[in-house]
């Protein structure tokens, strides 16, 4: 694992057009991380994960891009 710009990266090598879509979450959401099977999805990369503030009470982790390890995994 490496931190690129404050964000947790697993996996090597680095999809770079992943990379500039989690920044983008990173940027939006505060928070984010990318998974070992990452790679370039619609907006957010398959393997990222983002976290938003649902309410004020709680946080969570939305894994919009999960990406194989996690097809047809409730989460």
Known sequence: M????????????VDEAALK????CYYIFGQAAMMADHHKGYGVPIGG???????????DVAAS???????????
Not at 2 to 13: K, L, R, Y
Not at 49 to 59: C, S, T
Not at 65 to 75: A, E, Q, V
Request: aromatic share 8%.
């Open 49 to 59: 994960h983002r976290r938003y503030r649902h309410n004020r009470r709680r946080n």
């Open 21 to 24: 879509q989690i920044k983008t």
């Open 2 to 13: 490496e931190i690129i710009d404050n964000i947790p990266v697993w996996g090597a090598p």
């Open 65 to 75: 891009g999960p990406g194989p390890l996690f097809c047809d995994s409730m989460i």
